[in-house]
T-cell receptor, first 113, second 112 residues
Framework: AQTVTQSQPEMSVQEAETVTLSCTYD???????LFWYKQPPSRQMILVIR??????QNATENRFSVNFQKAAKSFSLKISDSQLGDAAMYFC??????????FGTGTRLQVTL | DAEITQSPRHKITETGRQVTLACHQT?????MFWYRQDLGHGLRLIHY?????DTNKGEVSDGYSVSRSNTEDLPLTLESAASSQTSVYFC????WGLGEAFFGQGTRLTVV
């Protein structure tokens, strides 16, 4: 079975600074996707960024980028120029051939002035 | 625009009652999922379906059931609600090969 581990329950970053959230996963599959979802206080699950395992290039979406290390099974999220609106719970998630999402336990990100 | 909606958004029920949470999607996705979210556990899979008449158990399926009679709906039933089932429930849908899942707004269920 696949597992996803987020070892940072809480992180804090100052506005305009950069923060990196960590995620590791375990799988025996070769074809899969990895995601970062953001959950603000509204409870809505918002897709931040996705990475296909077969792509060597790291995904980037505006201020959000990932560091995908396939051999190490590591998938970290970097948020640049942090904004107050980035404060939320962030979940790392994995999906493979069965199309089911497996989530990590989440990292709560605080953004301070 | 296509969407996935859950109802109700909030519900309080008593121990032992049967409760059904609704999930309706207009994406025309084959895959639908129910998750529960609890502090310290992230989202855990309860049940899922790959199409009409197909249902499968997830990692925390005890005390829950689902049925899939059409593509759009996957209702989740708590057969006899227990306090341990107090949680936030999310429905999601996806299509094969795309990876990404789309989520409903969540239902906060309190069992007293």
């Amino acid at each position: 079975a696949q597992t996803v581990t987020q070892s940072q329950p809480e992180m804090s970053v100052q506005e305009a600074e950069t923060v990196t959230l960590s995620c590791t996963y375990d799988t025996s599959e070769s074809d899969y996707y990895l995601f970062w979802y953001k959950q603000p206080p509204s409870r809505q699950m918002i897709l931040v960024i996705r990475q296909e395992a077969y792509k060597q290039q790291n995904a980037t979406e505006n201020r959000f980028s990932v560091n995908f290390q396939k051999a190490a099974k590591s998938f970290s999220l970097k948020i640049s120029d942090s904004q107050l609106g980035d404060a939320a719970m962030y979940f790392c998630a994995y999906t493979g051939t069965a199309s089911k999402l497996t989530f990590g336990t989440g990292t709560r990100l605080q953004v301070t002035l | 625009d296509a969407e996935i909606t859950q109802s109700p958004r909030h519900k309080i029920t008593e121990t032992g009652r049967q409760v059904t949470l609704a999930c309706h999607q207009t994406w025309n996705h084959n895959n639908m999922f129910w998750y529960r979210q609890d502090l310290g556990h992230g989202l855990r899979l309860i049940h899922y379906s790959y199409g009409v008449q197909d249902t499968n158990k997830g990692e925390v399926s005890d005390g829950y059931s689902v049925s899939r009679s059409n593509t759009e709906d996957l209702p989740l039933t708590l057969e006899s609600a227990a306090s341990s089932q107090t949680s936030v429930y999310f429905c999601a849908s996806s299509e094969w090969g795309l990876g990404e899942a789309f989520f409903g707004q969540g239902t906060r269920l309190t069992v007293v």
